[in-house]
């Protein structure tokens, strides 16, 4: 703050309005008379250059050699000018122009389990959400145009732009990840929808080193919004990767397997993580004896900060020495010095070590019920704690592909999950989890609603009828057969649902409510906390009985992938229900089980409404038939929907609460967080 004082009071101002020495040091809370970019809060530099009628000269962070040293397979670092692009992003900070150093200190439940919040940190895309979450700016490209029919996508990157590493990055990088890596099935089974268009797959050009073009079968106006708020990167170092693919390479295999790997692919999968999630650990860190002998630790990355410890406890990240944003002031971004994620499974530890202040930032994980005490301790502990609303519901619904024949048929019986629904009290939810700051609303696969779901479908599937729902379970024969108390399935045999749940998808309170409604009601109901990473191998195993998770995404969102009103209704990371109807899909029928005509249905409108552009009446009018195929087939039984707790250090400067708690704009990204500041 102190820098930020000293610098504005030596600023001068000449008759014309023009900075006569050095660039403005611009923020959000004070623009000092600079005309704002084409984007909001963010400038090229150009752009900014030109607004303030100055020159910016850059500087680095002290520390960057000693970070540098520590990124193996990195060499000495050239001068800054040699690192940045020959135009940096140059960013607006919110408050002030922050002061290099400091540990941001985060936390998350185990290796790939509540991690998201934290990597969104460091996260960056080819465009973003800005924090009014509605306009797209640019940010790893410099700039994007679609054509008039929404069938091509163009986007322009920054000449002279680096990877980590040092190497430069491309418009072949951007082919390569989709040509090489997301449509390669040695590397990816199968490319989730935000990655086709009409369901097909779609060409991805690279037409020179700065110009990258996204062809389409059909029109996908949604495409852009899809991809602002993704945690997949749709860039990979073709440089670093395509040494080991034998389809950019002809010696890929060779030079793997002269590392050790049994050839590219495993080589590739070695280091990507053989999925688009990056969040992966990194094996070759964990596995020190191998290090020596390979090209790097890590693949190279765009990121603001890259991992140079990965072990079971924790991880350790420090600042990107190519990263390509600069403050107004011209210092490199990030400000901070490294980022420690502690892997700690126990929620209570983890409230205590938000409550001993031990902790910078903290989203993902920290759920309503857990507010009143880390509300209580913000004096002591030196954190502020805001509760923001959710996008998503929680929700609770039953494996449509059970192996067990006879569940196979109850549970798709729309019949039997209506009983189920209707069961369930979400007043008593609302009360006892939420303090009555909750809503119940259904589950119709969008959140908020849009204008297009009528008044009647923002009530459905929501009412308490425990009479009516002991009823509906007497006529489908799910009675107690055997006089134990409990009801059993249709013919006798014994009803248990062992409910597992974790806590970054559901409450523990949530939960528990639910499995005593369905007690009332007869239906012996046991209720199993694991982590995300063991719930959703077992989800993905078919193994559930019971799914729960959140469910629903922005409109945005839904208009670029269509996977809610797909068959199993999610990705890896979301609630699904169905996968062998879902394997019946993927493998043309020749493994699975063949789903119901509904689903097709229902997955054959999304597509078709995805070729519509907002507001027109072909997408009002689909989008309301849409939502109401969702409340006919309830795949998912919805719960309460409430605000959740945003923790943060009273250290931490430049930072803003997100606008809603929600993974569906990917936790901070949208809020910069590249800015943030640390001060004891």
């Not at 000449?14 to 611009?26: D, H, I, R, S």
């Not at 070695?270 to 992966?280: C, N, T």
């Not at 797909?566 to 993927?586: A, E, I, K």
Request: hydrophobic share 40%.
């Amino acid at each position: 703050m102190k820098r930020y004082l000293l610098a504005t009071a030596a600023v001068l101002m000449t008759g014309t309005g023009a900075f006569a020495a050095g660039c403005p040091e611009v923020t959000v809370a004070d623009t000092m008379g600079v005309a704002s970019g084409a984007w909001p809060q963010q400038f090229e530099l150009t752009e900014f250059q030109a607004n303030a009628s100055c020159t910016l000269s850059f500087q680095e962070n002290p520390s960057i050699a000693a970070h540098n040293a520590r990124i193996f397979g990195n060499g000495d670092l050239p001068p800054l000018a040699d690192r940045l692009p020959s135009e940096p992003l140059v960013v607006a900070p919110y408050e002030m122009t922050g002061t290099y150093g400091g540990v941001l200190d985060g936390m998350s439940n185990a290796t790939e389990s509540g991690t998201s919040d934290f990597m969104s940190t460091r996260h960056v895309n080819l465009i973003r959400f800005s924090d009014d979450l509605t306009t797209i700016v640019p940010m790893v490209a410099k700039a994007y145009e679609w054509n008039d029919d929404f069938t091509v996508l163009t986007f322009t990157l920054r000449a002279g732009h680096k990877w980590s590493d040092g190497s430069a990055f491309t418009a072949a990088d951007v082919a390569f990840w989709y040509n090489n890596l997301m449509m390669d099935t040695n590397i990816i089974e199968s490319p989730r929808d935000l990655w086709l268009a009409g369901g097909e797959p779609m060409v991805v050009e690279a037409l020179d080193d700065v110009t990258v073009r996204f062809t389409m079968a059909a029109p996908k106006p949604g495409l852009l919004a899809g991809m602002a708020a993704d945690y997949t990167q749709p860039f990979q170092p073709s440089g670093f990767l395509g040494q080991f693919h034998p389809d950019i390479n002809p010696d890929g295999h060779a030079n793997a397997q002269a590392l050790g790997f049994e050839d590219g692919y495993e080589a590739i999968n070695y280091y990507y993580g053989a999925s688009d999630w990056k969040d992966v650990p990194s094996p070759i860190l964990r596995d020190a004896s191998r290090v020596a002998s390979l090209p790097a630790a890590v693949v190279p990355t765009l990121e603001s900060f890259i991992t140079v410890e990965d072990d079971t406890e924790h991880r350790y990240f420090v600042p990107n020495p190519y990263f390509f944003m600069v403050d107004t002031a011209g210092n490199q971004l990030p400000y901070i010095d490294g980022m420690n994620e502690l892997y700690v499974r126990d929620n209570e530890v983890r409230i205590l070590k938000m409550l001993n202040g031990e902790i910078d930032y903290k989203t993902q994980n920290v759920n309503l019920p857990d507010a009143p005490t880390l509300l209580d301790g913000q004096e002591a502990g030196n954190y502020t704690i805001d509760l923001r609303p959710q996008i998503s519901v929680p929700t609770v619904g039953f494996n449509l592909t059970p192996a067990d024949p006879v569940k196979l048929a109850l549970y798709n019986n729309v019949d039997f999950r209506r009983a189920m629904s209707l069961a369930i009290n979400r007043d008593e939810i609302n009360a006892v989890a939420f303090f009555d700051l909750g809503v119940a609303i259904p589950a119709i696969g969008i959140d908020p609603a849009p204008s297009f779901v009528t008044a009647e479908q923002r009530a459905a599937n929501i009412a308490y009828d425990p009479v009516a729902a002991a009823a509906g379970l007497d006529a489908l024969g799910v009675v107690d057969a055997n006089s134990d108390g409990w009801r059993d399935l249709p013919g006798g045999g014994e009803l248990i649902l062992n409910i597992q749940f974790a806590t970054q998808g559901i409450s523990a309170a949530e939960i528990e409510l639910v499995a005593q409604s369905w007690r009332d009601v007869g239906i012996n109901a046991t209720v199993k906390e694991v982590t995300s990473d063991e719930y959703r191998a077992a989800q993905s195993a078919n193994e559930l009985d019971v799914v729960s998770w959140r469910f629903g995404r922005p409109t945005a969102t839904v208009a670029s992938n269509p996977q809610v009103f797909t068959v199993p209704f999610g990705d890896f990371f979301d609630v699904r229900t169905g996968m062998l109807y879902d394997q019946w899909n993927q493998t043309g029928g020749v493994e699975g089980i063949e789903p119901p005509a509904w689903t097709a249905e229902m997955a054959a409108a999304v597509l078709e409404w995805q070729t519509y552009s907002p507001g027109t009446a072909e997408y009002d009018s689909l989008g309301t038939a849409l939502v109401q195929m969702m409340i006919d087939a309830q795949p998912l039984i919805s719960l309460v929907q409430a605000p959740g707790p945003i923790y943060h250090s009273n250290n931490l400067h430049n930072f803003r609460a997100p606008n809603t708690w929600s993974y569906d704009y990917y936790w901070h990204f949208p809020y910069r967080p590249t800015q943030w500041s640390l001060t004891e």
